[in-house]
């Protein structure tokens, strides 16, 4: 008779929704995967990426062994080894570089989102770097920019609950695709429509959506902060701001008035590329409607000046009050509210010296230019080969011989391609870890449901190996995952108290100690410097920045780069494409077969200008790089705006190239974060290229 057993889980990847899962296994193999109906923000069901997890676990292609490289850097060609030989020469290489002249900043750990777990995510891999002295690396590539932002502003990454989204009359969806990006959200908002709510979405791409929103404010990609000052200058210039709420609980409002003069209506219109109107009707329904949340998300922030873009945005909910209210003011994250004993996951008191901190956005500099150079580098939760910044850049850095490079991963991504050894990792099926989410506010525990396949480990498991290997002695290097876990939850923090690993273990899932119907700054209380919403911030005053909000327009536009918008006139947007989730999906058969072809989103005009017809095969290319894009012909774009979505694998693109080929390596204004969305291209036929060759069409 067959064994069954249900057991409970929790959906690791870079997501806001951070799903409870149920996972069904019989004799030992998980047979389904679904999402758990008791738990609020899941609501029973998953994702289309993550309900197809099964795919992922028992793919064929999963690695199950470790490989040491015998082909070329790149060439994807390994040899079977045994995890003995692989962790003995990782340490002596490790071992060596910390004893040599230039240190142990010569290793340099590079990991992201590929698991959001406390465990594997952000515990014993950092006690190890810690422990050896390695670089440290700044996690900037993703939301550094809006975070910064939210922490000059309000003090907290944390706002609204998601829970109550149900109970506003106006929703503004600014710059995220909340049926793709977080689709746990829309039954709050299918809620609230279905009570009378409008619905409004501001976004360069007519996603789909904006298909399902009452209105769609189309603007010009990187001009969000114009747009958010101007409805400050509608409703302060028309009486409408909350006076009461401004007095009590803000800072700056009387300075703000000269700035917020800069930007009426007409001037924004023509910055934003929509109609006076628009802005003047969206700013007097925002400032009347009660309650009205904003959600805005990471891609906005993806620009030159997507910090003070955040930060314009989060200081319309105190100018209007809507703060006050059950299901008002703003959500862009609420991770900074899960606030854990990060010193006791991390281990900051064991670092070897004073190592340098290196830019993950500038991984291409960092491989091809630091000093000292970096020698070694160890791939965890991450594709860099595809996802950041200046692809070429990358490639060559990735490319020297005398980088010796380890990627752990469960697959052979395009990173793993460079790696001298390859090691095989854990699913989130089979290893324990707990989850802390960045859109709503419970922590989710994750029960091992199935024994690792083939020789995989867990990254909690390798980095134990790899520090005994190495001789270090610190009991913390023996810490269990639930010792880890219960580690990171005595914080003290009231939010916390009660929550503990037992707890999970038997519950599933645990709301912070919130109020059931959590309004954060209903009465003010913001956790920043001056106890207010901070219109205008000493703290960015100090640090060289703009105190008000401000607009800082896009690095790369036609309006300020002109000469270099002659040569390459599309501004092109790469946002996640619907089914995939970074890379974590986009090279299993099914989400391959759903996607179908990298492709580009072009207006008609554009293509007609350069004879492209729907379908056909086109270059896209700038100073940095190329690469190859089906067309799409469509006027979900405005006139000289491009959407390619991503991110594929390269080595499943045509041409070997992904859209990053032609990202630039450029900072935000806040938080040294990436700005992938700050991209002037010039797009072609590929035949035309090829005649002009004098090749045949």
């Known amino acids: 008779m067959a064994q069954k057993k249900t057991v409970r889980a929790a959906c690791p990847h870079d997501c806001p929704d951070t799903c409870a899962m149920l996972i069904e296994v019989e004799d030992g193999r998980a047979v389904s995967v679904s999402g758990d109906p008791s738990h609020p923000p899941t609501q029973g069901f998953l994702c289309t990426k993550v309900a197809r997890y099964l795919e992922r676990v028992y793919n064929p292609d999963r690695l199950l062994y470790p490989m040491r490289r015998i082909g070329s850097k790149g060439e994807g060609r390994f040899e079977r080894i045994s995890w003995d ?189 929509i109609t006076e109107e628009e802005i003047t009707n969206f700013a007097v329904e925002y400032a009347a409607t009660r309650p009205a949340v904003i959600r805005t998300n990471y891609g906005l922030q993806r620009h030159a000046g997507g910090g003070m873009a955040v930060r314009a945005i989060a200081c319309l909910p105190a100018i209007v009050g809507s703060w006050r209210d059950k299901g008002g003011g703003l959500l862009f994250a609420t991770g900074g509210m899960f606030k854990l004993n990060e010193p006791a996951l991390h281990r900051p008191d064991i670092t070897r010296g004073n190592p340098r901190t290196i830019n993950m956005t500038l991984l291409g500099e960092a491989l091809t230019e630091a000093a000292p150079p ?29 980088l010796f490079t380890v990627v752990h991963d469960q697959f052979q991504t395009d990173t793993a391609d460079y790696a001298d050894i390859v090691l095989p990792a854990t699913t989130q099926l089979e290893h324990r870890d707990v989850v802390r989410p960045y859109g709503h506010y419970y922590l989710v525990y994750n029960e091992p449901a199935i024994a690792p396949l083939g020789e995989a480990k867990s990254n909690w498991e390798v980095f134990r190996l790899l520090a005994e290997r190495m001789g270090f002695k610190e009991d913390c290097f023996r810490d269990s995952e639930d010792e880890i876990i219960g580690q990171a939850l005595s914080s003290g923090d009231s939010a916390l108290e009660g929550v503990t690993v037992e707890r999970l273990k038997r519950e599933g899932w645990v709301r912070l100690n919130l109020p059931e119907v959590f309004a954060p700054f209903a009465d003010g209380g913001f956790p920043t410097p001056s106890g207010k919403c901070e219109l205008y911030s000493e703290g960015l005053a100090q640090i060289g920045l703009d105190p008000l909000p401000a607009y800082i327009p896009p690095r790369e536009s036609p309006d300020s780069a002109p000469a270099l918008a002659a040569r390459f006139p599309i501004q092109l947007l790469c946002p996640i494409a619907r089914t995939f989730l970074n890379t974590s999906f986009s090279h299993l058969e099914s989400f391959l077969k759903s996607e179908r072809t990298p492709f580009i989103t072009i207006n008609p005009e554009d293509a007609a200008s350069r004879s492209i017809a729907d379908g056909e095969l086109v270059r896209v290319w700038n100073d940095r790089g190329e690469c190859e894009l089906t067309a799409l012909v469509s006027t979900r774009v405005k006139t000289g705006v491009a959407v390619a979505p991503s991110t594929w694998w390269k080595k499943l693109s045509p041409g070997g190239r992904n859209v990053n080929s032609t990202t630039s390596q450029h900072l935000t204004d806040m938080g040294a974060g990436a700005t992938f969305y700050d991209n002037l291209v010039q797009v072609e036929k590929i035949t035309r290229r090829f005649a002009e060759a004098g090749g045949a069409d």
């Not at 060596?96 to 515990?123: C, D, Q, Y």
């Not at 970096?374 to 990735?398: E, H, I, T």
Request: aromatic residues 6%; glycine residues 10%.
């Open 374 to 402: 970096v020698k070694a580098l160890y791939v965890y939760n991450s594709n860099p080969g595809a996802v950041a910044p200046d692809q070429s850049k990358v490639d060559r850095g990735l490319r020297r011989e005398d």
């Open 85 to 273: 030989q692989a962790l003995d020469e990782i340490a002596e290489r490790f071992q060596a570089l910390a004893e040599s002249k230039e240190g142990p900043e010569t290793i340099l750990p590079f990991r992201a989102g590929g698991t959001l777990g406390i465990v594997n995510g952000s515990s014993m891999d950092r006690r190890f770097f810690n422990r050896l002295g390695a670089s440290r690396l700044a996690l900037t590539i993703c939301s550094a920019a809006g975070s910064e932002a939210i922490r000059h502003t309000l003090g907290g990454v944390y706002g609204t609950d998601p829970e109550n989204f149900s109970r506003a009359r106006l929703i503004v969806l600014w710059g995220t695709n909340t049926l793709s990006t977080n689709v746990h959200l829309w039954p709050k908002i299918k809620e609230a429509k279905e009570k009378g709510a409008r619905v409004i979405g501001i976004d360069p791409y007519r996603t789909h959506t904006m298909d399902h929103c009452d209105q769609h404010i189309q603007i010009r990609p990187g001009t969000d902060a114009a747009l958010a000052l101007s409805m400050m200058n509608v409703i302060a210039s028309r009486g409408l701001q909350d006076t009461d709420y401004i007095e009590r609980h803000t800072i700056g409002f009387d300075r703000l008035g000269s700035r917020i003069s800069e930007f009426p209506p007409a001037r924004a219109a023509a910055i934003c590329g």
